[in-house]
C-alpha cells in the first residue's frame, strides 16, 4: 500500500512540474564518482577511486541566474580501482556528507531543454573511514575538505544529467599535501 501511495505522489508531482513555468525547485539524483589524489595510495603514487553518491539540491530562481544549494552523501571504495562491481561492498569506505552552494546560470532556457552552468564551493564532512588494506583510520583525514566546484547540466523536461568537476581546495588527509580531484556524473528528477 505504501508503494502505491508513493506512485500516485511520484505521478502527481510530475504533473505539478510539467505545468508550472517556473523553473525554480528540488533536484533529487544519483550518480557515480571518481577521486583521484596522491594521499590516499601513498605506495603506488596517484590513487583513483570509484563510489557513487545520492544527493537533494534545490535551484532557486525562475530567470537566468539561480542558487544552487545541495546536501549529498559520497561513498568511495579505496579497494576498487577500476573494478566498478566492488562500489556496494562494506568495506574500505571513504564517506562524505557534502554541503554546496553554487551559483548558476541557465545559458539555454526553454520548455523542453535547459542547459545550465554551476559554480561555487563545496564543503566535504568526513563521515566514516571503514577497514581498509591501507589502515587508514578516520584520524588520518581532515574533518573538513574544501572544494572548488564547476557543473554543466542538462534539464530535458523533468529529467536532469549533471556532469561536476571539483579541485581540492585544502588537504583531504592531516599532514599530508594533497591535490585531490573529484569527477561526478548523476542523473535525477527535478520537481
Known amino acids: 500500500m505504501a508503494l502505491h501511495r508513493l506512485g500516485v505522489?511520484?505521478?502527481v508531482l510530475l504533473c505539478v512540474r510539467a505545468s508550472g513555468a517556473a523553473q525554480s525547485g528540488i533536484n533529487l539524483k544519483f550518480g557515480l564518482s571518481y577521486l583521484e589524489?596522491?594521499?590516499?595510495?601513498?605506495?603506488?603514487?596517484?590513487g583513483t577511486y570509484y563510489g557513487w553518491?545520492?544527493?537533494?539540491?534545490?535551484?532557486?530562481?525562475?530567470y537566468r541566474f539561480f542558487v544552487n544549494p545541495v546536501v549529498r552523501y559520497t561513498s568511495y571504495d579505496l579497494s576498487a580501482k577500476a573494478d566498478i562491481s566492488k562500489?556496494?561492498?562494506g568495506t574500505n569506505k571513504l564517506q562524505y556528507l557534502s554541503v554546496a552552494t553554487l551559483g548558476g546560470w541557465r545559458l539555454i532556457r526553454s520548455r523542453p531543454f535547459?542547459?545550465?552552468?554551476?559554480?561555487?564551493?563545496?564543503?566535504?564532512f568526513l563521515m566514516d573511514v571503514t577497514d581498509n588494506k591501507y589502515g587508514l583510520t578516520a584520524e588520518d583525514f581532515e574533518d573538513?575538505?574544501?572544494q572548488g566546484v564547476g557543473v554543466v547540466g542538462f534539464d530535458v523536461y523533468w529529467l536532469t544529467i549533471d556532469l561536476k568537476f571539483s579541485q581540492g581546495l585544502s588537504p583531504r588527509?592531516?599532514?599530508?599535501?594533497?591535490?585531490?580531484?573529484?569527477?561526478?556524473l548523476s542523473m535525477g528528477f527535478f520537481f
Not at 37 to 46: C, V
Not at 114 to 124: A, E, I, M, N
Open 114 to 124: 535547459t542547459l545550465r552552468l554551476h559554480g561555487g564551493v563545496d564543503l566535504d
Open 53 to 62: 553518491h545520492v544527493a537533494v539540491a534545490g535551484r532557486l530562481g525562475k
Open 9 to 11: 505522489l511520484f505521478v
Open 144 to 146: 573538513l575538505h574544501f
Open 87 to 89: 562500489l556496494w561492498k
Open 173 to 184: 588527509r592531516k599532514g599530508v599535501r594533497d591535490d585531490s580531484t573529484a569527477l561526478e
Open 37 to 46: 589524489t596522491q594521499a590516499l595510495d601513498q605506495k603506488s603514487g596517484a
